[in-house]
C-alpha cells in the first residue's frame, strides 16, 4: 500500500488550522482504498465487511450494507462509531484515504483522516461527493465533519482545517458538522 507524503512537506497550524494541531504542526500521508485489495471477513444477503490495510498498517474496516458504506479503522474499528456510521443517501467510496498526522507526541502519529464519499444518483437525489473527516483513537473514532466537495472549491483545505481544528476533541456522542457550503442532500439548519 503505497503511502504518498504531501508535496510540500510540513504544513505548520495556521489561524484557519486553530486547535491542538496546530501548535504542533502536521501533514498528510495518502492510502489506497480498493476493496479488491482488501480481505473479506464476512458476507451475507445484507452486508459485506472488509478489512483493509492502512497507515502502517493501522487497520481499516469499511462495511457494505443496504447501498451505503461505513468506515472505521484501529484494533477495535468494530467497536468505535464509526463503524455504524454513514451518509444518509446512497454512497460509494472514494479509493484515497488522507491521513492527518501530528508530532504532538515527539512522533508522526495519525488523528484524523479524510474520505470522499460518493453519492449516487437516485430519485431526486442528484450524485454528490462529500469529503468525511473522522477522528481517530481508542474509544474515540467517529465521523466529525461533512464537506461538499463539489460545492466548495477549497473542500480539501475545509477538510484539513476541520481535522485539524478539532480531530483531537471533538464529542463523539455529537453528530458530524457540516463545513462549508453544503448541496450533497437535504440538510437541517
Request: hydrophobic share 40%; aromatic share 8%.
Amino acid at each position: 500500500m503505497p503511502i504518498r507524503p504531501l508535496l510540500g512537506g510540513l504544513i505548520l497550524g495556521t489561524a484557519l488550522a486553530a486547535g491542538p494541531a496546530a501548535a504542533f504542526g502536521t501533514l498528510s500521508a495518502y492510502t489506497d482504498l480498493k476493496l479488491d485489495d482488501c480481505s473479506v471477513v464476512s458476507t451475507n444477503d445484507l452486508e459485506t465487511q472488509w478489512a483493509c490495510p492502512g497507515y502502517k498498517g493501522i487497520p481499516v474496516e469499511v462495511t457494505e450494507g443496504d447501498l451505503r458504506f461505513m468506515v472505521s479503522y484501529g484494533l477495535k474499528s468494530t467497536e468505535e462509531k464509526a463503524a455504524g456510521q454513514t451518509l444518509p443517501p446512497f454512497n460509494t467510496l472514494g479509493e484515497t484515504i488522507e491521513w492527518r498526522l501530528s508530532n504532538k507526541e515527539g512522533r508522526w502519529k495519525p488523528f484524523a483522516t479524510i474520505l470522499r464519499f460518493k453519492i449516487d444518483a437516485h430519485e431526486e437525489q442528484k450524485r454528490g461527493e462529500v469529503l468525511v473527516v473522522t477522528r481517530l483513537g481508542e474509544g474515540k473514532t467517529c465521523q466529525i465533519a461533512y464537506i461538499d466537495a463539489l460545492a466548495n472549491p477549497n473542500a480539501n483545505d475545509l477538510a484539513q482545517q476541520a481535522a485539524d481544528a478539532h480531530g483531537f476533541d471533538f464529542d463523539c456522542r455529537k453528530e458530524p458538522v457540516i463545513v462549508g457550503r453544503f448541496a450533497a442532500w437535504a440538510v437541517s439548519p
